[in-house]
């Protein structure tokens, strides 16, 4: 691809699509719904029509299948998934190789938003039923509601709340400017849900301050 003209927003390794996950994507999806606990990667980037030659690289180097391809103004997304781990790494192997970048260059995930909203009233639940496109927010449930850029990085965050808790994924927005999470349940599964979520998301910005640890190794 010859020397790099983007920048590398968000790069993210999901082992095992959690179903909800994998169901909401279908949902939204433009090309190839993936199977609940199919392996996925997320790469995002800017500007946003560079992520043609990406995807391109990833398609022609492995088996994955493309699941979603966004162009926006000014970030471009896709999400590509498989079966098997393996050769969901090795896309994004050969996308860093043929670009030159570790996954480690990837941009610092920043929290706008994090926060529980605790027994919400029946007002509250409906208007999140009513603006979102999965679950539904049920009166005295919990609500966990946090927003990050860049926005792919919820996608990694969504699918380690839903390991963790028995909640119900509400909404989610991993392309654009700013990502958005919405996530419902009892109040201590809401909990443990934002915890594992903040968790993987800490986490993901230790490996690139120190440039340790790799998704795809």
Same mark, same amino acid.
């Given at each position: 691809?010859?020397?790099?003209?983007?920048?590398?927003?968000?790069?993210?390794?999901?082992?095992?699509?959690? =179903?909800?996950?994998?169901?909401?994507?279908?949902?939204?999806?433009?090309?190839?719904?993936?199977?609940?606990?199919?392996?996925a990667l997320f790469i995002e980037i800017a500007p946003a029509m560079e992520i043609h030659p990406l995807t391109d690289m990833a398609l022609k180097n492995t088996k994955v299948r493309l699941g979603s391809? *966004?162009?926006?103004?000014?970030?471009?997304?896709?999400?590509?998934?498989?079966?098997?781990?393996?050769?969901?790494?090795?896309?994004?192997?050969?996308?860093?190789?043929?670009?030159?970048?570790?996954?480690?260059?990837?941009?610092? *995930?920043?929290?706008?938003?994090?926060?529980?909203?605790?027994?919400?009233?029946?007002?509250?639940?409906?208007?999140?039923?009513?603006?979102?496109?999965?679950?539904?927010?049920?009166?005295?449930?919990?609500?966990?509601?946090?927003?990050?850029? =860049?926005?792919?990085?919820?996608?990694?965050?969504?699918?380690?709340?839903?390991?963790?808790?028995? *909640?119900?994924?509400?909404?989610?927005? =991993?392309?654009?400017a700013t990502g958005r999470l919405l996530i419902s349940g009892k109040e201590s599964e809401v909990d443990s849900a934002a915890e594992a979520a903040t968790k993987v998301l800490l986490k993901l910005n230790?490996?690139?301050?120190?440039?340790?640890?790799?998704?795809?190794?």
């Open positions: 691809m010859g020397e790099k003209n983007f920048e590398l927003r968000t790069l993210i390794f999901l082992d095992s699509l959690q =179903p909800q996950l994998a169901q909401y994507i279908a949902k939204e999806n433009r090309v190839y719904d993936p199977s609940e606990y199919d392996a391809l *966004v162009t926006e103004r000014q970030f471009g997304m896709m999400q590509v998934h498989h079966a098997d781990q393996g050769e969901v790494k090795e896309a994004g192997s050969a996308i860093l190789r043929e670009t030159g970048l570790s996954e480690n260059d990837r941009a610092e *995930v920043k929290l706008l938003t994090n926060k529980v909203i605790r027994s919400v009233q029946q007002d509250h639940a409906i208007m999140f039923t009513g603006t979102t496109r999965g679950n539904m927010v049920v009166a005295g449930e919990s609500i966990l509601i946090m927003e990050a850029t =860049p926005a792919a990085y919820l996608a990694i965050a969504c699918n380690e709340a839903l390991k963790a808790a028995e *909640v119900k994924l509400i909404d989610i927005k =991993p392309t654009g230790e490996m690139k301050k120190n440039g340790s640890g790799f998704q795809l190794s």
